[in-house]
């Protein structure tokens, strides 16, 4: 009931910046959170962060505090993840996705996926 788009993966510098956002369709009753995930080649998928959409809560992950800011705007129904300080161990496939709340780093929280974007960091 909720589609999500994903834009503006791609390949960067160590160091540059990339800016993703995620369309949504609309906001059903229980997707009151929106999350960005990620998943390197042979790794388990990994919380990066998650906003709500009505009292703009954030949450991160340790490992992008400081370098990484999820925002959302309800108007267009859209959340973006704002990265700086980009290093090569970031190089992913990106998901955006939407759930209920609750334990927010558990991605099986989560009812609505992207498709993913690629995050491609050089050395």
């Known amino acids: 009931q909720v589609q999500l788009v994903e834009s503006g993966g791609g390949l960067v510098q160590a160091g540059g910046s990339l800016r993703l956002s995620c369309a949504a369709s609309?906001?059903?009753?229980?997707?009151?959170?929106m999350g960005w995930f990620r998943q390197a080649p042979g790794k388990e998928r990994e919380f990066v962060a998650a906003?709500?959409?009505?009292?703009?809560?954030?949450y991160y992950a340790d490992f992008v505090k400081g370098r990484f800011t999820v925002s959302r705007d309800n108007a267009k129904n859209t959340v973006n993840l704002q990265m700086n300080s980009l290093k090569p161990e970031d190089t992913a496939v990106y998901y955006c996705?939407?759930?209920?709340?609750?334990?927010?780093?558990?991605?099986?929280?989560?009812?609505?996926w992207g498709q993913g974007t690629q995050v491609t960091v050089s050395s």
């Open positions: 996705a939407a759930g209920p709340g609750g334990a927010v780093v558990l991605y099986n929280r989560y009812n609505y």
């Open positions: 609309g906001r059903a009753f229980s997707s009151s959170i």
């Open positions: 906003i709500t959409w009505s009292s703009e809560m954030t």
